[in-house]
């Protein structure tokens, strides 16, 4: 099965917590009026901001997987811990929310490219995410989601193309260089 139960509850509790930790950041109002001005937030959050994180993970699982590796989707429940702290105190968010684990197998083609192409899956899915976003940004009923959504996929490609240790970028130099 492509994805079993503990992967899609952790992509549920990815999506929820990512809500809340940039629920408020593309906010037009500074204010909140009522309960449903924070639903409304909270949702239009996990829907703009979540898909950027959850497809960049499933492209690596999908990728990790063609080139027969095993492959199974985490959410990194101390990243969104930290992450809910730091927005709690009024710090800025960095954190990973998620990550996909890969395991080599037998059937796996075990060559430095399958490994830095798995590895820039995540972030070219950004990218390509980025770019489709910016066609809607010519219709003004969806130029302000198009906006965010262009915003978060850019910074996501370019810090995960960032070779810190973590990062899709230092995996991928990683593989280049083994």
């Known amino acids: 099965m492509f994805l079993d139960f503990a992967e899609l509850f952790d992509m549920i509790i990815t999506i929820l ?4 930790l940039v629920m408020g950041i593309f906010r037009r109002e500074r204010y909140y009026f009522g309960v449903d001005d924070l639903k409304n ?13 959850i497809l960049h993970e499933l492209a690596h699982k999908i990728t990790a997987t063609a080139f027969g590796f095993e492959a199974v989707y985490h959410a990194n429940f101390f990243g969104l811990a930290v992450g809910v702290i730091f927005k709690y105190l009024g710090l800025p968010i960095i954190f990973i929310p998620a990550y996909v684990s890969i395991i080599p197998t037998a059937s796996a083609v075990l060559t ?12 070219l899915t950004n990218l390509a995410l980025f770019a489709v976003s910016s066609f809607f940004l010519k219709n003004e009923k969806y130029a302000r989601q198009a906006y965010i959504v262009r915003t978060v996929n850019i910074w996501l490609f370019l810090f995960n193309l960032i070779p810190l240790p ?12 083994s």
């Open 41 to 53: 937030d909270f949702w239009e959050s996990c829907l703009l901001v979540s898909p950027a994180i």
């Open 166 to 177: 973590g990062t899709d970028g230092m995996q991928a130099l990683r593989a280049l260089f």
């Open 112 to 123: 430095k490219w399958a490994f830095f192409i798995t590895a820039l899956s995540g972030p």
């Open 17 to 20: 917590a990512i809500g809340y």
